[in-house]
T-cell receptor, first 116, second 114 residues
Framework: AQSVTQPDIHITVSEGASLELRCNYS??????LFWYVQSPGQGLQLLLK??????LVQGIKGFEAEFKRSQSSFNLRKPSVHWSDAAEYFC??????????????FGTGTLLAVQP | DAGVTQSPTHLIKTRGQQVTLRCSPK?????VSWYQQALGQGPQFIFQ???????QRGNFPDRFSGHQFPNYSSELNVNALLLGDSALYLC?????????????FGPGTRLTVT
């Protein structure tokens, strides 16, 4: 069955430090991959997506992610974290169903805390 | 340009009652998906509507049903509420012409069942 694993439940980094959030997926073909961010009590905001092509994708707020087929991974990175980046981050896989429909399978999320 | 909107923001219901949640998609989008997010979990796919029909469904019982209107807005109905239905319900909209993969989420409706 298709699944998404985010092995780190909670991460704390210092402001200005670099960040890497891990994501591994299980899927028979090359999936569509996404990272979303959720602030407390809010909905999900799309940070970036990978459909095909260049395996390093750039997103909003200075985030980037790299797709590695051999490792079935899609890790999220940021070179310098800001206090406003504190939130929960979700990795998701987009699975085709047929025609124009699909669904997203989400990981359990990584909660990021930023120390001053 | 308004994004995805949902109503109400919060809702408190009693076990056994029925509830209806509403969603208006982002302008230009024609596909609506619903997700349930329990506390401390990632969102779980409930179902997706396109052309006023349920196109696919996740692993949720028939107590969960929905509807899509000609203006693409959607409703999620849950009957015979259980305590375990307490969650944040998220609506996401997308465009079928884009494969419906890039989904934009609303702020959610927080449902509490007592």
């Amino acid at each position: 069955a298709q699944s998404v694993t985010q092995p780190d439940i909670h991460i704390t980094v210092s402001e200005g430090a670099s960040l890497e959030l891990r994501c591994n997926y299980s899927y028979g073909a090359t999936p569509y991959l996404f990272w979303y961010v959720q602030s407390p009590g809010q909905g999900l905001q799309l940070l970036l997506k990978y459909f095909s092509g260049d395996t390093l994708v750039q997103g909003i707020k200075g985030f980037e992610a790299e797709f590695k087929r051999s490792q079935s991974s899609f890790n999220l990175r940021k070179p310098s974290v800001h206090w406003s980046d504190a939130a929960e981050y979700f990795c998701a896989v987009g699975l085709p169903y047929g025609g124009a429909t699909n669904k997203l399978i989400f990981g359990t999320g990584t909660l990021l805390a930023v120390q001053p | 340009d308004a994004g995805v909107t949902q109503s109400p923001t919060h809702l408190i219901k009693t076990r056994g009652q029925q509830v209806t949640l509403r969603c208006s998609p982002k302008s230009g989008h024609d596909t609506v998906s619903w997700y349930q997010q329990a506390l401390g979990q990632g969102p779980q796919f409930i179902f997706q509507y396109y052309e006023e029909e349920e196109r696919q469904r996740g692993n949720f019982p028939d107590r969960f049903s929905g509807h899509q209107f000609p203006n693409y807005s959607s409703e999620l109905n849950v009957n015979a509420l259980l305590l375990g239905d307490s969650a944040l319900y998220l609506c996401a909209s997308s465009s079928a012409s884009g494969g419906a993969y890039e989904q934009y989420f609303g702020p959610g409706t927080r449902l509490t069942v007592t």
